[in-house]
């Protein structure tokens, strides 16, 4: 059964350092997400992404974050300085289509900032 | 924006009983019920979902109930077994600019006895 996986697992960095997270979402689908979660809170959503553009961002989502998809295969997120309060656990997901369909998670990139 | 929540934050029961957890949500154009299970280490995986238009969907000995009345959504799992034992999402999702952002519960943590 098709599977978006994540890599790395677990990803230390100090702070002010930029990190990026990688993820290659289920070959056919077409709407991409990111999510993270902090320890012992709720999954938050912070962006989709579709067509190579960004449909929808929050408002954890500032100037220090950004998405790629660089190639056919990969989708990243960028945290260009990272911060202590970034540490959390960080879920890629995907969907075939948008609004009507479902997301499948990865299993997760846990970020520690130091 | 949309908001979720989600209780009991804890349910234990004993092997073969049922298990009900219950979210409610703010926005009633909300329109995507999915719930979620992440056991220790692991992405969310989606277990089943329901659609406004539907007020009731099963699937084996999971269980899905909507009230768009009163804005709450039910997950129901009958013969609990130990592999049932995990963290248990609801999530919702409205018309947005994309309209494909899941807001999330705060979780439940199910035990099961044997």
């Known amino acids: 059964e098709p599977e978006v996986t994540q890599t790395p697992s677990h990803q230390v960095t100090q702070m002010g350092q930029e990190v990026i997270l990688r993820c290659v979402p289920i070959s056919n689908h077409l709407y991409f997400y990111w999510y993270r979660q902090i320890l012992g809170q709720k999954v938050e959503f912070l962006v989709s992404?579709?067509?190579?553009?960004?449909?929808?961002k929050s408002e954890i989502f500032d100037d220090q974050f950004s998405v790629e998809r660089p190639d056919g295969s990969n989708f990243t997120l960028k945290i260009r300085s990272t911060k202590l309060e970034d540490s959390a656990m960080y879920f890629c997901?995907?969907?075939?289509?948008?609004?009507?369909?479902?997301?499948?998670f990865g299993p997760g990139t846990r970020l520690t900032v130091t | 924006g949309e908001n979720v929540e989600q209780h009991p934050s804890t349910l234990s029961v004993q092997e073969g009983d049922s298990a009900v957890i219950k979210c409610t949500y703010s926005?009633?154009?909300?329109?995507?019920f999915p719930w979620y299970k992440q056991e220790l280490g692991k992405g969310p995986q989606l277990i089943i979902d329901?659609?406004?238009?539907?007020g009731e969907k099963k699937d084996q000995r999971i269980a899905v109930t909507l009230n768009k009345t009163a804005k709450h959504f039910s997950l129901h799992i009958t013969e609990t077994q130990p592999e049932d034992s995990a963290v248990y999402f609801c999530a919702a999702r409205s018309p947005g600019s994309s309209g494909s952002r899941l807001t999330f519960g705060e979780g439940t943590q199910l035990t099961v006895n044997p």
């Open positions: 997901a995907s969907s075939i289509a948008g609004a009507s369909y479902e997301q499948y």
């Open positions: 992404f579709y067509n190579n553009e960004i449909s929808e």
């Open positions: 926005d009633s154009a909300s329109n995507y």
């Open positions: 329901i659609r406004s238009n539907v």
